[in-house]
């Protein structure tokens, strides 16, 4: 276990100067407040602050960031408040230990929704102050470390978390080391059979790897040496994500993945970089398309180096990275390289253009207050290589990767995106859904009475230009559906010789909009038109039917009652606030009990249910969103479709069908489809009774000779 000494003698190392005395107080109040608190380990709680402060010097962060890493929890789990941090540490720590806490003191209708709101008050911090985020990376790589001891679904939980938010993040803002070690921990937690199995490949070859690792790396340096060029060569093994990635990207067996061991060959100065290329290609052939040029420009995460792959001495490719010491440094730290917080002093102002992406995300998501939605984008944001295109002037604008011209429309400004009627790259005329490749010059076409598409949805790629389009549809939507919730609403009124026009006036409408959960009454009727809220509900709260007396009810309705009752009881799924619906399945996601689930009201379909993740309802209108659940009472199969890529045997498909029915699943379905290569493609859809008896059929299917991926798709 880290102590505190240790925390102080490696920020004292790189940085003599540093208030250590802010560490030593921050250090001892900590052990006070969580004295006596334990993590499931069974360790003092204490050991976590102290890990955390341990990665945030690894990081070489300032005084009052490792301060902060020993405090972050405080707020969040002792009696300790923000404005005794402040008045102990001063606001600077304060801020940044708000910034960190989670909101786990406000109620929340979910748990997405609280995932949600804190994510989006920590982008807003750090947004401000970007220790919030490295302090955060630091807190999320320890409790990954210690993943072991929490249960199998909450492990599964924070894993995808990592791998989707945080993996991510430390990726934008180059902390490589970090990225890495989140990917893998994640992987591990989030498929343990192909991790394992992964492992296992790459320890089989681990000898062999290395001897090869080693001739190469004798090769290069001799070639340097030849040329008097003074140099570091590196070779590495690429981790077990990365690779199983590969090779279910490019459809490849473990043994066809070349690029397992990656080289580096660091150096002195940029103009050595570039003649230690020319070298490589002059010994080993390079391929044209796998040669990128980071040092003339650089990644917006600062990331600089040569990247090549060759056709090596054994006829193999081979990955190599050239760089200089000082962008070896920023590779493995990133923005944490270029820290120039000392005390009193500001983020240089060019390293915080650098990282403009982090209020784009803030801003970006303030137009978005549905959690799924907003966690959604999040990941959008998160997710994106870059594309570096030209307006007709020469300016250079930065767009993620597969952006169309309509998403460098909204680029431009909002009011361009809504009139744009076409596009010209490099002089010519273009589909709106264009995929924009770097260097394309891009000339957009506007016309004033021209609006946005619902179609353009299918191939937007930014946040802004999805955010705009739906806003702009929403509001049309609105307009039609208070014009339709109106008519239906006169009509429900007028049977029951009411005048809609005059009550939606008085104070006792006003009253059954808020009974509904709406602050005006037109709110109420836009609802009705949706379809959310029937016109009889919003009748029966302004004139109640007069129910029967109990004792005259026939025996035939009571009879005909608890037939109804318990039929509805088997019922999957139960919709909020509403008792009798149809209810259909998405068959784009095919949902079964244990996945997170969210319904959409259809015109005349009842209510159809989808995976909260599920690109289709993503694209639907929030307004039309209801909220609903699994019926734990209720007991049936659901069908789900699966793909196994194997290699072909015979006897493969009835290993694979006898472990599908050996845990009683019924299969619906099945084709397969054997490729040029050997490789058989198999899909099958299959009844399952929820996501944890679908978990145990891959598993076992994933153990079936020549199997080597096994999943669920749609």
Not at 219 to 232: F, G, P, R, V, W
Not at 320 to 346: F, L, N, P
Request: aromatic fraction near 8%; proline fraction near 3%; hydrophobic fraction near 40%.
């Amino acid at each position: 276990m880290i102590r505190v000494n240790d925390v102080l003698d490696k920020i004292s190392e790189y940085h003599p100067e540093a208030d250590l005395g802010i560490i030593e107080r921050a250090y001892i109040y900590s052990a006070r407040v969580h004295e006596g608190q334990v993590r499931l380990s069974g360790e003092p709680y204490l050991t976590h602050p102290l890990e955390v402060a341990g990665i945030l010097t690894d990081m070489r962060l300032d005084a009052i960031s490792v301060a902060a890493g020993f405090l972050h929890d405080v707020i969040e789990d002792t009696h300790a408040g923000s404005e005794d941090i402040e008045e102990l540490f001063g606001p600077e720590v304060r801020h940044i230990v708000s910034g960190v806490t989670k909101l786990s003191g406000l109620s929340f209708h979910s748990s997405r929704a609280r995932q949600a709101e804190s994510l989006r008050k920590m982008f807003l911090a750090m947004a401000d102050d970007i220790r919030v985020i490295l302090i955060k990376l630091a807190d999320r790589l320890h409790n990954m470390r210690t993943l072991q001891f929490h249960k199998a679904n909450k492990r599964k939980e924070i894993a995808k978390e990592t791998l989707d938010i945080y993996a991510p993040i430390a990726a934008r803002l180059g902390i490589y080391w970090i990225k890495n070690e989140l990917e893998e921990a994640s992987f591990r937690f989030l498929q343990p059979d192909e991790f394992h199995r992964i492992q296992t490949l790459v320890a089989k070859s681990q000898t062999e790897r290395e001897k090869y690792m080693q001739t190469v790396k004798d090769y290069i340096q001799e070639k340097m040496d030849a040329s008097n060029l003074t140099c570091e060569v590196l070779g590495r093994n690429k981790n077990y994500f990365s690779i199983f990635n590969k090779m279910i990207s490019q459809n490849l067996p473990f043994e066809e993945i070349y690029d397992i061991i990656a080289f580096r060959i660091v150096l002195d100065s940029i103009s050595h970089c570039y003649e230690a290329l020319g070298l490589i290609h002059s010994m080993w052939k390079p391929i044209d398309h796998k040669f990128k040029d980071y040092v003339a420009r650089p990644k917006p995460n600062m990331y600089q180096s040569l990247h090549t792959t060759v056709v090596g001495p054994f006829g193999e490719r081979i990955e190599i990275q050239i760089r200089t010491r000082e962008m070896d440094q920023v590779a493995k730290s990133g923005i944490a390289a270029h820290w120039s917080y000392k005390e009193g002093k500001r983020i240089d102002e060019n390293i915080s253009e650098k990282f403009a992406w982090i209020q784009d995300l803030v801003d970006n998501q303030e137009n978005f207050r549905d959690p799924g939605e907003f966690l959604e984008n999040v990941r959008i944001d998160l997710f994106q290589d870059e594309v570096y295109v030209f307006t007709p002037r020469g300016e250079i604008k930065t767009l993620p990767f597969g952006a169309t011209t309509v998403d460098f429309a909204y680029m431009i400004h909002t009011e361009v995106g809504n009139q744009c009627t076409g596009a010209k790259v490099n002089g010519q005329l273009v589909p709106l859904a264009y995929e924009l490749k770097t260097g394309d010059i891009v000339e957009i076409t506007t016309a004033k009475n021209h609006h946005p598409s619902k179609d353009w949805l299918k191939y937007v790629k930014t946040v802004k230009a999805r955010s705009k389009i739906r806003h702009w549809i929403k509001t049309q939507e609105k307009e039609r559906s208070m014009s339709l919730g109106r008519e239906m609403l006169e009509k429900a009124f007028r049977k029951e010789k009411l005048n809609f026009s005059a009550l939606s006036k008085t104070e006792q409408l006003a009253k059954v909009a808020t009974h509904f959960g709406f602050k005006i009454v037109d709110d109420l009727v836009a609802n009705v038109g949706y379809g959310k809220i029937t016109p009889l509900q919003v009748v029966r709260k302004i004139a109640p039917k007069q129910e029967p007396a109990a004792d005259q009810e026939s025996i035939f309705n009571k009879l005909v009652g608890r037939v109804v009752r318990k039929k509805r009881l088997k019922d999957g799924v139960l919709v909020k606030g509403v008792d009798d619906i149809l209810i259909r399945f998405g068959k784009c996601c095919q949902p079964v009990p244990g996945d997170p689930i969210i319904g959409y009201i259809t015109r005349g379909y009842g209510v159809t249910v989808h995976r909260t993740n599920c690109v289709n309802a993503l694209q639907m209108t929030p307004e039309r969103q209801i909220e609903v659940e699994w019926n734990q009472e209720a007991s049936e199969t659901y069908p789900v479709k699966i793909k196994i890529v194997s290699g072909d045997r015979v006897g493969l498909l009835a290993d694979v069908v006898g472990n599908i029915s050996k845990f009683g699943a019924n299969i619906l379905n099945a084709s397969s489809e054997t490729r040029e290569n050997k490789m058989v493609d198999s899909y099958f859809t299959i009844g399952v009774e929820d996501t944890g008896h679908l978990e145990r059929i891959l598993s076992a299917v994933r153990k079936v000779k020549l199997v080597q991926d096994v999943k669920r798709i749609g």
